[in-house]
């Protein structure tokens, strides 16, 4: 028999992408249950063109689950995962609860597929839409090349702040439409918003760029500029990767862009890249300068590829690349990478 999937999150922004995600991809799974908050539960929800009742999260309802994809917040990650693992259940986890711990691994398909199979705690850690983007582009790179230090700046859609990010920026944009009179001095961006604009992103994020996503961590480093740093180190298997990021919220609804200054081991042209990034899996290469082609998240929302472009031999710096990406924050960031897990590990249930 087919083995069973349990969605533990469905109603979110993720799981609702999760249930497309699964709906248009092989159909490989036998029982998908659908789990929920006890707010949620009795709801009616599509996948593969059925509806299926959202259950409450409880202990019982992974009773003969064989695969589980977590979308929860960290802390009710850390609480139901090892439930979950304990009655036998592999667990797919999309929260930071579990990426930096050294028993569970931490995979992007493109880059170590081999590392499901040694998951000590019966968890499995997705990583972090910024750095999900990346990976794609980086993997081939590094192992043609050898990755030797990376500075990052991220342009960060709404959206990686959930269904309140998307309202908080649709809501703003809304408030100043039409209004040509202002963004010309401090404040009056502020002001035209009122209170309350701040609430999602630190700042106002219509007509503005906020430099701090995530939480505030020591030296005034953010928890997703960390998240860059330690999760490529980790996926790579590079722990002693340089790695210096600078994260930013920008007002784009979905897809995640960073600008990436990469430094490799040995000598690499842009030709070489380029051949590379063609071939690579999961990789659209856009960059045609001469046609006035390179990557936008308007043009990568909603789709499952990462688009690299703007590929550049750095100037005044030996054996590096600058380079452009772009990846969608809620599909291979996050719903996408978490399904490509899961069906690695179907050969262990035929
Ligand atoms: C963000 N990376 O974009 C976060 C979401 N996990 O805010």
């Known amino acids: ?44 929800l599509r996948i593969r063109g059925e509806e299926v009742t959202v259950q409450a999260l409880s202990e019982e309802v992974f009773d003969g689950v064989d695969v589980a994809q977590f979308d929860l917040p960290d802390e009710v990650s850390a609480h139901w995962a090892p439930i979950a693992a304990a009655n036998g259940v592999i667990v797919i986890d999309k929260s930071a609860a579990f ?41 081939p790179l590094h192992a043609a090349f050898g990755l030797k230090s990376m500075t990052v700046a991220s342009y960060q859609a709404a959206s990686g702040g959930g269904k309140d990010g998307i309202d908080a920026l649709y809501d703003q944009l809304s408030a100043i ?46 928890s997703e500029e960390l998240k860059v740093r330690n999760e490529t180190r980790k996926i790579l298997g590079l722990p002693s990767l340089a790695v210096s990021a ?65 590929i550049r031999s750095s100037l005044d710096f030996p054996n590096s690349l600058d380079f452009f990406v772009v990846g969608d924050n809620l599909v291979k960031g996050a719903a996408l990478n978490s399904a490509q897990i899961a069906e690695l590990l179907l050969p262990e249930f035929s």
């Open 177 to 222: 439409a039409g209004n040509r009179d202002i963004g010309f001095r401090a404040g009056d961006v502020r002001d035209a918003l009122g209170e309350g604009a701040d609430a999602a992103f630190g700042s106002p994020l219509a007509l503005n760029v906020v430099p701090k996503v995530g939480g505030w961590k020591d030296d005034g480093w953010t």
């Open 246 to 310: 600078t994260c930013v919220r920008v007002p784009v609804v979905v897809g995640h862009s960073q600008a990436v200054h990469a430094t490799f081991d040995s000598p690499v042209t842009v030709a070489q890249a380029h051949k590379l990034l063609a071939d690579a899996p999961g990789v659209v290469l856009v960059d045609d300068p001469a046609a006035g082609r390179y990557p936008t998240p308007i043009d990568a929302a909603g789709l499952d590829d990462t688009f690299v472009g703007r």
């Open 1 to 44: 028999p087919k083995p069973t999937l349990a969605i533990v999150g469905a109603t979110g922004a993720v799981g609702t992408i999760m249930r497309d995600v699964i709906s248009r991809r092989d159909d490989v799974w036998g029982e998908i249950r659908l789990v929920a908050s006890p707010r949620s539960a009795g709801r009616k």
């Open 99 to 139: 990426r930096m711990d050294p028993d569970v691994p931490l995979v992007v398909p493109e880059a170590n597929p081999e590392a499901v199979r040694d998951r000590p705690k019966g968890i499995i850690a997705n990583a972090n839409c910024t750095t999900l983007a990346l990976i794609p582009t980086l993997a």
